[in-house]
Each structure stands twice: as C-alpha cells, then as structure tokens.
C-alpha cells in the first residue's frame, strides 16, 4: 500500500500543471489558431521526450500510437485549446472535472476493473462540487467552449484507459512520447490547410508556449501514465480532480475572477471527493471496518448468551 501510495503525488503534478494551461492560454496564447496551438504543444514536447528515450514504435504500436495521440494528444488539445479562449479559466477547468466518472465506466468494461465503493462516492461528491462552481451566472457561458470541454473530457478519458490497457512492457517516456509525437505530426497539416499561416508570436506567447509544451504537455503526461500504470483508472481519475481545483484557484489569485460562496462550498467538495478515492483513504475505511469487527466480536463472546453454563 506505501508503494502505491507514492504514485499519488507523481499522478498529482499532472492535474496540476494541466490546470494551469487554461490561464497561460486565455492570457498569453494567440487566439483563434486552436490547431496551430494544439500542435506547437504536443510535438516539440514528443520530440524532447523522444531524444531522451531514443526508442522508435514497432508492431502493433504503430498504429495504436496514432489512436492515443488522436485521443489524448490532438484532438484533445486542439478541442482544450478552443475552450480555454471562449470560457472563463474556472468554467473550462471545472468541466473536466466529470471525467473520473467516464473513467471508471470505460475502465469497468475494458479493463474489468469494478470502481469501488469509495471511488463512486468520491466522483459523485466531486460532480457535486463542479455543479456548484459551475451554475454561477455572474459570467457569460459560450456553449460551443462547454461542447469543447465535454468532448475533450470523453475522449480523453477513453484514451488513458487504452493507454492503461496496452501499454505493459513499454516505458513511460516511450509511451508518452509517441502519442505527442503521432498527434502533433496528425495536427500541423491540417492546421496548415484550416488555420492558414502560423500566428506571429511575440515574447511573452514564446515563453508561454515553452512552459506549456515542457512542463505541461512533457512533464505532465508522462506523470499522468506512471500513475495509470500504478494507480487504479478510478484512483487517478479522481487525482484529477486537481485540475479544476487548480484553475479555479488560479482564475481567482492572478486572473481576478471572483468566486462566490457557493463556488467555495464547491472546491471544498471536489476536495473531498479527491481524498476519499485515494489508497490511504482506503486503507482507513479497511482499519474502522478491521476494528468494528473485533469490537462486535467481542461483545458477542461476552454477551449472555454465549456464556457456557
């Protein structure tokens, strides 16, 4: 259970940094090139990891890392890319947050991994705690950015249960690097063809690019599938949950968004729901359930009617 439970800050710095990107995107990136942006994120960041692994795919990875890059790499950015300029950073992060529960269907019926009691609970607690950041009509909501975030939520989710399920006997920075590899060389021609000349970048778009591909595209995944390989898909889903908390968070410290107190009551939940999927919470409910069952026998062997007479 130690062992296990140190994946658990690992799997975390993923969420964390993903949380992030919406603000660095909303403020720094140029807007409307959604495929431009996708692209210059995940190949450089294929690419360094690639140098450091210095292992090509074969066989049948091949064309697996073409659907994972397409699931979790291009599609998924370039549709995170899209919201993260037409909703506010706290609304676009907090959609995500609903993809533990994707998660652990899609991990129930291709990987037979039943979610526990626990991870149920956690995931339903956290929705809660989404609901409340989410019905907050002080800001406008683009439905299109909403449709963004919701397929970019689903998509993913059945890509990391995938990259779960095949990736035994392959490295981390391998696995990673592929998908970024695969799905960056997918996004560059058809952003050519759709988004016409790559956006001119000035100073501050260049650093805000270098911190997106390197500490969370590089950096990030590779913590992310680390976790899946260690982690249960219903423990990391809820490790997940990071990623609203953090953009909330951010919008409101450094972007000005104002939170109002249901929002509060909300980050508190998803909180909540965090710790109760994870193992050292399980490991708790395991002791209370090991103590009441002596303490019951216990009175049992004391009670009248056990006595010998």
């Given at each position: ?11 975390a ?34 690419l ?7 292992t ?8 697996k ?21 037409v909703?506010?950073t ?43 950041m989410?019905l ?22 059945l ?28 996004l ?6 759709v988004?016409g000349?790559?956006p ?7 650093a ?20 899946l ?26 972007a ?28 708790l ?7 009441r ?7 049992a ?9």
């Amino acid at each position: 259970m130690e062992a296990t439970f140190r994946w658990v800050p690992v799997t975390a710095i993923a969420p964390v940094a993903w949380g992030t990107t919406y603000f660095v995107t909303h403020r720094y990136l140029p807007a409307d090139y959604p495929l431009y942006g996708a692209a210059v994120r995940a190949l450089p960041a294929g690419l360094l990891l690639l140098l450091f692994c210095r292992t090509l795919p074969r066989g049948s990875w091949r064309w697996k890392s073409l659907v994972l890059g397409t699931l979790n790499m291009s599609a998924f950015f370039a549709l995170v890319y899209l919201a993260a300029q037409v909703l506010p950073t706290s609304i676009a992060s907090t959609i995500m947050a609903t993809s533990p529960v994707a998660m652990m269907l899609i991990a129930w019926a291709a990987l037979s991994e039943r979610p526990r009691g626990a991870h149920l609970a956690g995931a339903g607690i956290g929705i809660g705690g989404v609901c409340l950041m989410l019905l907050d009509g002080a800001v406008a909501v683009d439905f299109s950015g909403v449709l963004a975030s919701v397929a970019a939520m689903v998509m993913s989710s059945l890509g990391y249960v995938l990259a779960k399920k095949w990736s035994a006997g392959v490295d981390v920075f391998s696995l990673t690097s592929w998908q970024l590899v695969a799905g960056g060389v997918a996004l560059v021609p058809v952003a050519v063809v759709v988004e016409g000349p790559p956006p001119a970048l000035d100073g501050p778009a260049l650093a805000g690019f270098a911190y997106v591909t390197v500490v969370a595209t590089a950096l990030a995944f590779a913590a992310w599938f680390a976790g899946l390989r260690h982690l249960s898909a219903g423990t990391v889903g809820l490790i997940g949950l990071l990623n609203p908390m953090t953009g909330v968070l951010l919008g409101a410290g450094i972007a000005g968004e104002t939170l109002a107190a249901h929002q509060l009551c909300g980050l508190a939940l998803v909180f909540l729901g965090i710790l109760l999927g994870q193992p050292a919470a399980a490991r708790l409910v395991a002791v209370l359930r090991s103590a009441r069952a002596r303490r019951d026998g216990d009175a049992a062997e004391l009670s009248p009617g056990r006595t010998g007479g």
